[in-house]
C-alpha cells in the first residue's frame, strides 16, 4: 500500500472519525508503516495540546500559525515525559 494514498485518512484515523472498514484498513497499515504511525503520533500531540489551549487562544485567524502550533505541541509532550537519569 502507498503512504500516500493514506495521508488523506491518517487525520480521520488520530481521532476515529473512519466508518469501521475504512479505520481497519488504515488502522492495518498504520501498524506495518513507521513513517505514517509517527505522522499520526504527530497529530495526536498536536490535537491534545490544542484541547489544553484557553478558548480564547483557539478563535481568530489560525492561517499562517499550524507549524508554531505543532512545534509548541511537541514541547508541551515532551515536557511532559518523566526524565530518567541513565547512570
Known amino acids: 500500500m502507498n503512504c500516500e494514498q493514506e495521508l488523506p485518512d491518517l ?3 488520530a481521532v476515529g ?10 488502522d492495518r ?4 508503516c513507521p513513517a505514517c504511525a509517527t505522522e499520526v503520533d504527530g497529530i495526536r500531540t498536536t490535537l491534545a495540546a490544542v484541547r489544553r489551549l484557553p478558548v480564547e487562544e483557539t478563535l481568530g485567524d489560525w492561517s499562517g500559525r499550524l507549524p508554531e502550533l505543532r512545534e509548541a505541541a511537541v514541547r508541551a509532550a515532551l515536557a511532559e515525559i518523566p526524565r530518567t537519569n541513565s547512570s
Open 29 to 32: 497499515h498504520v501498524r506495518a
Open 11 to 13: 487525520a480521520a484515523h
Open 17 to 26: 472519525a473512519l466508518d469501521p472498514a475504512e479505520e481497519v484498513r488504515v
